[in-house]
């Protein structure tokens, strides 16, 4: 067995103990599963990952019957969305648009869960430094597990749109599978709506956690990493900048080295902050002037309602296949790398660039974060205290040679291959 393919099995396995795989029927405790040896294990999560397929790619799940998980996660653009549209259409008619931009599901194996105090371990960094909120999954960090996060596009009413678990479990006790989730998690589990809406999140949650298809690490950089491929000057250059503190210094938040045991680079830190994307108005909800998307304090997240210092923030995505994506950030503002790079560069050099325009016209800066969470904006390099008017830290050519880099990081099995 190939080391890979272990890791794959063995993170599928530590889910299973760690999260509660569901169980046979009649087991006193819902879907939690008795001790199980490592071939029952491995097994287990097999079936599990089998099971979790189907149900990814089945738009029987959801309540017009149109949508699947892979509707916008297209496999074939690294489990992004296919279109360039900064939300998507969702509900029982699919005609109710999302609020956010749908992010890649690629690569969220190794997030930690969320929380507020993250120290790096001894061997990655400095413990005595607290990096504030960091981990958890979606823009907002509100779910810590695939199992967490599968289970809010079932319900939420824009995407798949089900009204209850019930409805979820009445669905899949349909589906052509249904017999082989009965045999996985019991042959009486669609009696308990709950429970088996559990083991559907379950399933999924293992299936993402497939090595060959979330995780392959195959890039070109993976490969120069290895020393199998070699980058172009260009590229090379891209990556030093990538990598300069005075330059852009992206790699700050946006990890571009293996890890110390030789992990292959995650292309983020799993922390949260403040950057003050312009507010994109191409989201139906930006349409009310009092609505504002402020991440991790609300309004999707919840229990971070009324903490000020948390406001604007949103989750560090990985770089990882970024130059596969048709926007960027959480509402999907800019629609070119080239563009979500300059905007970096020169976000407080040359504001007039990237946000809009008053009446009398001066500049609407930082026009979707009210001002009372202005003191929450990330001032690292580059942005680093810089005024209108000052020189930007990148380039145009730095920012193209940036670009080049990034399109390194594309995985071998989303590569366009030549026509024969």
Not at 88 to 97: A, F, N, Q, R, T
Not at 128 to 155: C, M
Not at 371 to 390: S, V
């Amino acid at each position: 067995m190939t080391r890979r393919r272990w890791k794959s099995r063995a993170i599928a396995i530590a889910a299973i103990s760690t999260f509660g795989f569901a169980a046979p029927a009649n087991t006193a405790d819902g879907v939690h599963p008795g001790p199980l040896s490592r071939a029952q294990a491995f097994a287990r999560a097999e079936a599990l990952t089998a099971l979790g397929r189907k149900m990814f790619y089945d738009p029987a799940l959801s309540a017009s019957g149109k949508q699947a998980c892979s509707s916008c996660h297209d496999p074939r653009h690294a489990f992004s969305p296919a279109s360039a549209s900064p939300v998507e259409m969702g509900g029982p008619h699919l005609d109710l648009p999302g609020v956010r931009a749908v992010p890649s599901l690629r690569y969220l194996q190794a997030a930690p869960a969320f929380t507020e105090h993250f120290h790096d371990s001894e061997d990655e960094g400095d413990e005595s430094v607290d990096n504030g909120p960091t981990g958890g999954l979606t823009w907002d960090g509100r779910a810590d597990h695939g199992n967490d996060q599968a289970k809010i596009p079932l319900l939420s009413p824009f995407e798949m749109a089900n009204k209850d678990e019930a409805a979820v479990s009445a669905s899949l006790r349909k589906t052509a599978y249904a017999d082989d989730f009965k045999a996985v998690f019991g042959q009486d589990v669609f009696d308990r709506p709950g429970d088996a809406f559990d083991a559907a999140a379950e399933a999924l949650g293992t299936f993402e956690q497939s090595a060959t298809d979330f995780y392959p690490y195959s890039s070109r950089y993976d490969a120069f990493l290895a020393g199998k491929a070699t980058l172009s000057a260009q590229e090379l250059h891209g990556r030093e900048l990538f990598e300069d503190e005075a330059k852009g210094n992206c790699a700050s938040c946006h990890l571009s080295e293996p890890a110390n045991d030789g992990e292959p680079p995650q292309f983020t830190d799993f922390g949260l902050i403040a950057i003050a994307v312009p507010r994109n108005p191409a989201i139906p909800a930006n349409a009310d002037p009092a609505y504002a998307d402020l991440g991790l304090c609300g309004p999707l997240r919840t229990d971070f309602h009324g903490r000020s210092d948390y406001c604007g923030l949103f989750k560090t995505p990985t770089l990882r296949n970024v130059a596969l994506r048709k926007s960027f950030f959480h509402n999907g503002y800019f629609h070119t790398l080239r563009d979500a790079v300059a905007f970096y560069a020169s976000r407080d050099t040359d504001p007039g660039r990237w946000y809009p325009r008053n009446a009398d016209g001066t500049i609407r800066q930082y026009d979707d974060l009210p001002k009372a969470y202005w003191r929450n904006l990330n001032q690292e390099p580059p942005f680093d205290g810089k005024k209108p008017g000052d020189k930007p830290a990148l380039t145009d050519a730095e920012i193209n040679d940036i670009v080049a880099f990034l399109q390194t990081l594309t995985d071998a099995d989303q590569v366009a291959k030549p026509s024969q």
